[in-house]
């Protein structure tokens, strides 16, 4: 089955810098790859998601790029807020079947 | 539209014992999906289901029941309650052709 692998576990930048997290995963027939972001005591929400036949997608500050030869996506997030610290989660599917997440990443944005 | 629902929101049992996890979306999703959230661990599968009257099994299983009786609702049992059963169980339904899942509020369990 799908195997989604994330890193880095935890990640601190200061403000205004750039963000990037990154996940492989092991099933090439996936062909969905969704990120979600969870604040504290919250339900995940999707923030961003891209399907295979597409190697970049963007959206305002938050850009995620697919490479499908290597089996990996990432997550970049540009000019961090505050307000952008929280866990975030990749996850990969073959289209409309289960969604497996990778194990989260938290990021801290320091004023 | 309510979204996805779960309830209860806390709950405390002690080994052994039985009980039910309440889902229910009214966005017509024909997928659904139980999973439990533990630290350092990710958001792990349980059961999921394609539709009503199927149901399949996710990553971590054991110790869990699924039935999927309507569209509306996906119960989770847990039949004999362990502590390693601790943690924090989200539901969620997906959007097709989007694929978009949406996420219930969660349900903090605690098995002493």
């Known amino acids: 089955g799908e195997n989604v692998e994330q890193h880095p576990s935890t990640l601190s930048v200061q403000e205004g810098d750039s963000a990037v997290i990154k996940c492989t995963y092991s099933?090439?027939?996936?062909?969905?790859f969704p990120w979600y972001k969870q604040e504290l005591g919250k339900r995940p929400q999707l923030i961003i998601d891209?399907?295979?036949?597409?190697g970049e997608k963007k959206d305002q500050r938050i850009a995620v790029t697919l490479n499908k030869t290597a089996k990996h996506f990432s997550l970049h997030i540009t000019e961090t807020q505050p307000e952008d610290s929280a866990v975030y989660f990749c996850a990969a599917s073959r289209g409309t079947d289960k969604l497996i997440f990778g194990t989260g990443t938290r990021l801290q944005v320091f004023p | 539209n309510a979204g996805v629902t779960q309830t209860p929101k806390f709950q405390v049992l002690k080994t052994g014992q039985s009980m039910t996890l309440q889902c229910a979306q009214d966005m017509n999703h024909e997928y659904m999906s139980w999973y439990r959230q533990d630290p350092g661990m990710g958001l792990r599968l349980i059961h999921y289901?394609?539709?009503?009257?199927?149901?399949d099994q996710g990553e971590v299983p054991n110790g869990y029941n699924v039935s999927r009786s309507t569209t509306e609702d996906f119960p989770l049992r847990l039949l004999s309650a362990a502590p390693s059963q601790t943690s924090v169980y989200f539901c969620a339904s997906r959007a097709q052709p989007r694929n978009e899942q949406f996420f219930g509020p969660g349900t903090r369990l605690t098995v002493l």
């Open positions: 289901s394609v539709g009503a009257g199927i149901t």
């Open positions: 099933d090439s027939a996936s062909n969905y």
């Open positions: 891209i399907r295979s036949n597409v």
